[in-house]
């Protein structure tokens, strides 16, 4: 039996096991223990154990012994997985709670000083410029945990056209352009002279590139290097992204693409974010057919990720989906109902249009909309679908049913977002659906789409 024991466990464990059971055997006295977790050496597998040992008396009279094994690896397992798990998920609310009054505290301040400086046209351009980085920054964040929940729920649906890599490479490095200057770096781009055609969701491209070109200003100490680059082979595109910051150890490049992963703490990188975006890339680049790899050679040695995704097929070519140049909206004033039970989004949003020459009025739901609706007679209504009294889409479907609903393009404007959400906005007669925040430039957009009042 000691033979087998030691076959089966290492030492010292086999000869401690050995001594419990002679003690037993001797004196009778059980022993008990739980949860011992050892590497069994026989087949080279940790495993975890509740075991007790008893004597008994067998049928001549003499005594023997019998060892009870509980196997608990696989329940021990999912604790551990728990636990770690219930770790990251405090620190990632602990790094949201962080994250979001980041931008709230310079927000309020320039609040206070917008109100300081009246008539100070530079302290307010300053200001303004300010508070909109802010708010893009906490978009941003919104955005990854909208991203992050569809994910989750595998729902995350690509809206695939033929599109050239090198116009979304072209836009990433405009859209991270203003980051990369303040931090005083240096950025080489080298795009290849043919076009790099896939089948992908032009959006969710730029949203992979940007988040490794930001990663990669924002890791990088002031006035160092990001290079990016661009290249094809018979099947693939391939675009890296490579730093000269402060890099990854080794034994965290397994897990940077993993959920709610920072390997980087210092306090100083203010701008570190949730540690969920190299998360959403992956599964992002992974839904194009791709793969996504990260190289560095250490900490303070910089990173290069690398994409790759395959090219789209040469046969049934598609056109590209153009590019949409926003232009000013026309000189046309339409009349404008806006609906939100938010009085201060009702009264930002009708003081907008008015500055842009339109004719506004304000309801609070869908009752007041539909009242207002009559006498006003809107060549475009701007509502949320989120209201009391009567939402938004009920409201829509008896707009529907009037001469003036008939005749006006209706739009939602709203926080509701998801697939579904579009889907039943859709089904009561909803012609656009924006979600709030909403970018000026697609609001002009619709102004430009909408109906033309009649002369």
């Not at 949409?324 to 404008?336: E, K, L, N, T």
């Not at 006498?375 to 529907?400: N, Q, T």
Request: proline content about 4%.
């Amino acid at each position: 039996f000691a033979e087998v024991l030691r076959a089966i466990w290492p030492e010292p464990f086999a000869s401690r096991a050995i001594d419990h059971f002679r003690h037993t055997l001797e004196t009778g006295e059980p022993y008990a223990e739980k949860e011992l977790t050892e590497q069994r050496q026989d087949i080279d597998t940790l495993e975890t154990y509740d075991w007790r040992i008893e004597r008994i008396t067998l049928p001549d009279g003499q005594y023997g012994v019998v060892c009870y094994f509980y196997d608990v690896s696989e329940q021990n397992k999912a604790r551990v997985l728990l636990q770690e798990a219930d770790r990251r998920k405090s620190e990632f609310l602990a790094t949201l709670a962080h994250e979001l009054r980041n931008p709230l505290a310079p927000l309020r301040n320039g609040l206070e000083l917008l109100a300081l400086s009246q008539g100070d046209m530079a302290i307010w351009d300053q200001t303004r410029a300010m508070m909109k980085r802010q708010l893009d920054q906490m978009v941003r964040l919104i955005d990854e945990l909208l991203d992050l929940s569809r994910i989750t729920r595998g729902s995350v649906d690509l809206q695939l056209v033929r599109v050239d890599l090198r116009a979304v490479l072209d836009q990433s490095v405009e859209t991270s352009r203003h980051l990369i200057e303040r931090q005083g770096h240096v950025l080489s781009v080298d795009l290849p002279n043919e076009p790099l055609i896939v089948d992908g969701d032009s959006m969710r491209l730029a949203q992979i590139c940007n988040n490794l070109l930001n990663n990669a200003a924002k890791y990088t100490d002031r006035g160092g290097t990001i290079t990016v680059k661009a290249s094809s082979d018979a099947h693939q595109a391939t675009i890296s992204v490579a730093d000269t910051g402060i890099g990854i150890a080794a034994e965290d490049q397994n897990r940077v693409f993993d959920m709610f992963a920072q390997v980087a703490h210092e306090h100083d990188r203010s701008q570190g974010g949730l540690g969920i975006g190299l998360n959403i890339v992956k599964h992002l680049v992974e839904q194009h057919g791709g793969r996504i790899a990260v190289r560095s050679d250490g900490p303070g040695r910089g990173s290069c990720f690398t994409v790759h995704i395959p090219l789209a097929p040469l046969f049934n070519p598609q056109p590209l989906a153009p590019a949409y140049v926003p232009q000013a909206p026309d000189s046309v004033r339409r009349r404008i109902l806006v609906v939100d039970d938010n009085v201060d989004a009702a009264a930002m949003m009708a003081m907008l249009l008015g500055k842009w020459g339109q004719e506004i009025e304000v309801a609070y739901d869908g009752q007041q909309a539909l009242k207002a609706g009559e006498s006003f007679k809107p060549d475009l209504v701007l509502m949320d679908i989120g209201m009391p009294v009567m939402d938004g889409l009920v409201a829509s479907e008896h707009m529907r049913r009037t001469e003036w609903g008939t005749a006006a393009t209706i739009v939602a404007l709203t926080g509701w977002g998801q697939a579904e959400d579009k889907e039943l906005s859709t089904k009561a007669g909803f012609d656009h659906h924006l979600v709030k925040p909403v970018e000026s430039d697609a609001l002009r957009a619709i102004l430009e789409r909408a109906k033309a009042p009649d002369s």
